[in-house]
């Protein structure tokens, strides 16, 4: 069982930036796949970025390439997200999730149906 809980959220201009954090718990949270996800008002849940286990490989939605970062410190069992040059369009509630056992194939990590465990969210707004 992994229970992931996200930080770092805020308030924010935009061009600033935020870090959030996702500590899972559980022993198996090097061999897992994390996700980040994010939901606007009136909007679906997108994804955001993802990183196989042991950060073998990365991945993100083109409108936040070159602008987020996704990594993982498996000793610390957490997961971040850097964000730099924010925009109002990245305003959201920001989901981190774990899939069920690490082999989910890449092209399926783009989908929230793809990840088994789920955070509560952390806000991130920005402001124009």
């Known amino acids: 069982q992994v229970q992931p809980v996200e930080s770092g959220g805020g308030l924010v201009q935009a061009g600033g930036s935020l870090r959030l954090s996702c500590a899972a718990s559980?022993?198996?949270?090097?061999?897992?796949?994390m996700g980040w996800f994010r939901q606007a008002p009136g909007k679906e849940r997108e994804f955001v970025a993802a990183i196989k286990s042991r950060g073998a490989s990365t991945y993100y939605r083109d409108s936040v390439k070159g602008r987020f970062t996704i990594s993982r410190d498996d000793a610390a069992n957490t997961v971040y997200l850097q964000m730099n040059s924010l925009k109002p369009e990245d305003t959201a509630v920001y989901y981190c999730?774990?899939?069920?056992?690490?082999?989910?194939?890449?092209?399926?990590?783009?989908?929230?149906?793809?990840?088994?465990?789920w955070g509560q969210g952390t806000q991130v707004t920005v402001s124009s």
């Open positions: 559980g022993r198996t949270f090097s061999s897992l796949s």
């Open positions: 999730a774990a899939d069920r056992d690490g082999y989910s194939a890449s092209y399926l990590l783009f989908k929230p149906t793809s990840y088994e465990y």
